[in-house]
């Protein structure tokens, strides 16, 4: 059974960082594209940043290009997500997805619980 557990979480400053974690289990981790998104707190969801299976292509949404950066290690079946200089609009929930493919262009077909992110002085 397919099963993605988010990781690190938490408060943080305005301009400081965090860096999530998503251990992904259940599956074949090497062959799958990954993603994560979020949710502010009454808004919709927002789909943040994905890579390639073997890591070769990264993809962000505008929001968060040149702060983020998505990484993963397939030894590990662990995807991260280092957030640095942190705005109070990144605070949300966010969500660790998977690909029913090797690239982001396939849909997403399993999701985390999700770790919340909240960045308030």
């Known amino acids: 059974q397919v099963q993605l557990v988010e990781s690190g979480g938490g408060l943080a400053q305005p301009g400081g960082s965090l860096r999530l974690s998503c251990a992904a289990s259940g599956f074949t981790f090497r062959y799958y594209a990954m993603s994560w998104a979020r949710q502010a707190p009454g808004k919709g969801l927002e789909w943040v940043s994905g890579l390639y299976s073997d890591g070769s292509g990264t993809y962000y949404a505008d929001s968060v290009k040149g702060r983020f950066t998505i990484s993963r290690d397939n030894a590990k079946s662990t995807v991260y997500l280092q957030m640095n200089s942190l705005k109070p609009e990144d605070t949300a929930l966010y969500y660790c997805?998977?690909?029913?493919?090797?690239?982001?262009?396939?849909?997403?077909?399993?999701w985390g619980q999700g770790t919340l992110v909240t960045i308030s002085s």
């Open positions: 997805a998977r690909s029913l493919g090797a690239t982001t262009t396939y849909a997403l077909d399993a």
